[in-house]
């Protein structure tokens, strides 16, 4: 994920957010501001971060009115500091108002994010094992989130249900076994897509290693018993960790030496980072 890859698939969901924020009118606005006049407004950091969302947080004013400018002192993926200047939007008053809840929403959200995964990237540092995000994603903001994993120095894992394979528990009571579920997912998916199991016991493990699975996901496994099945898997696929990963516990995964963590907590849990639009006066223009 990537930020065109992102913004080609944004606008339908900008203008959504904006629609629900704006039914007929803003009421307030327009009371005191009938008319139109320039003016400028600045993008304060109130706390410590990595910013991500820059361009969303752009694209929410151009799309009410395409002459708005806005000039960036900070790009996605910067530490900020609390009390950084890192914009000044110019345009007109109006807009600027209409605005603000909804492009700091998204600022703040990806930015938040984007922080949270920067903290448990650096926990990971010096070791092979990369971070993932998961489809735990607030409805209609996926894309955001994930572009602000990546931002944060983190993976994306699969984006939707069609990106990828991964038979779940409920897919394997589905089928059977485990056995049966990588069969009719080898005779069904195309050849280039891997296969990935979630096991949550020894003999799951065997089994999937056996079936010929290229990933296997240790769910919620006790560390002793992750040690023992990434020996029994002995490189015969990728391993994966995962269940209730936070920044809290994952440095006591590292030793483990998987090739992935995968954390839903990057998406559903990152709090927001504090970010305010103060300052708004008219200008000449």
Known sequence: MNEITMLLNADHLILEALSEDITSEDITTNAVMPVARMGEVELI???????????VFERVFTMLDAQTKVEFFAKDGDCVK??????VVRGDIRVLLSGERTALNYLQ?????????????QLLAGSKTKLLDTRKTTPNMRIFEKYAVKVGGGCNHRYNLSDGVLLKDNHIGAAGSVT????????????VRKIEVEVENLDMVKEAVEAGADIIMLD?????NMREAIRLIDGRAQT?????VTRENVAGLVDLGVDFISSGALTHSAPIMDISL????????
């Open 45 to 55: 950091c109130k706390q410590d971060g990595i910013v991500a969302g820059l361009s």
């Open 82 to 87: 609390k009390g950084d200047r890192m914009a």
């Open 109 to 121: 959200r990806m930015s938040g994010i984007a922080t949270y995964t920067h903290s448990i990237v």
């Open 180 to 191: 049966k579920a990588v069969r009719m997912a080898k005779e069904y998916a195309p050849f």
């Open 220 to 224: 919620n496994m006790t560390h002793e």
């Open 240 to 244: 994966e960790c995962s269940g209730n």
């Open 278 to 285: 103060k300052n708004l006066h008219p200008i000449n223009g």
